[in-house]
């Protein structure tokens, strides 16, 4: 799965197709301006799959957290250093990328669904461990359940793949990691093309 997405990326005009403007949404930025809403000046963020950049790495650039993104894709990985030329770029995977230190805040939008879901569940157990004790985790996950690995040809121009639980499935995941939910909102009640639940949750407690 790794391989397609990463050549569809490679491929594709992500960047041109979904990410033209720097502005966030009045409900991006309920989750994000939310998320920088919390964090302490200087804070440090990671990105796990953070493509191109903008704009959510840019607006959190811009609002003086120190961010680290990291990306399979070497174009993404290009352009993000190109667009917010104040953090720090990355390419890897993130599924095993060990930062130097526990971070305030992960973030992963738009991401986790391009990993088998029988690894998110592992993978929300590492975004806890990598996050401080009252630390966030800003992620965005499906609302519907995917049949298994769901393979699109002529995405973008490229051919990429998606696995996915549904809603109540990963909220349940989220809880069972040890993170509290602060914030969820599925991204389609408020007008987005978009169908994926943006979940804002702080880490609470030690490690379950
Ligand atoms: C839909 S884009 C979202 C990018 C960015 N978060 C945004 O919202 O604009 C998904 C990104 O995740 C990256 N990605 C997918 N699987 C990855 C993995 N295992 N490790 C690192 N990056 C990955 C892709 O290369 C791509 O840049």
């Not at 493509?51 to 993404?76: E, M, N, Q």
Request: aromatic share 10%; glycine share 12%; with cysteine.
């Amino acid at each position: 799965m790794r391989t397609i997405v990463r050549n569809g990326y490679e491929l594709a005009d992500y960047q041109g197709a979904y990410r033209v403007s720097a502005e966030l949404s009045p409900f991006e930025r309920r989750f994000v301006g939310g998320l920088a809403a919390m964090l302490a000046p200087g804070a440090e963020i990671l990105d796990w799959g953070c493509g191109p950049g903008v704009p959510y790495d840019l607006h959190l650039a811009w609002s003086g957290f120190r961010l680290t993104g990291v990306d399979i894709c070497a174009k993404h990985i290009a352009a993000a250093k190109r667009n917010v030329p104040a953090a720090a770029f990355i390419e890897g995977d993130f599924t095993s990328h060990q930062p130097p230190g526990p971070v305030d805040a992960l973030v992963c939008l738009y991401a986790l669904f391009h990993v088998p879901r029988e690894e998110h569940s592992a993978l929300l157990a590492r975004a806890y461990r990598l996050v401080k004790p009252g630390g966030f985790l800003l992620i965005t996950v499906g609302v519907h359940r995917t049949a298994g690995v769901e393979i699109e040809r002529g995405w973008c121009g490229a051919t990429m793949a998606w696995s996915s639980f549904d809603a109540e499935t990963n909220l349940r995941m989220i809880a069972g990691a040890g993170f509290g939910v602060v914030l969820s909102a599925d991204e389609a009640d408020w007008g987005s093309n978009e169908h994926q639940l943006w979940v804002l949750a702080e880490r609470r407690g030690a490690v379950p």
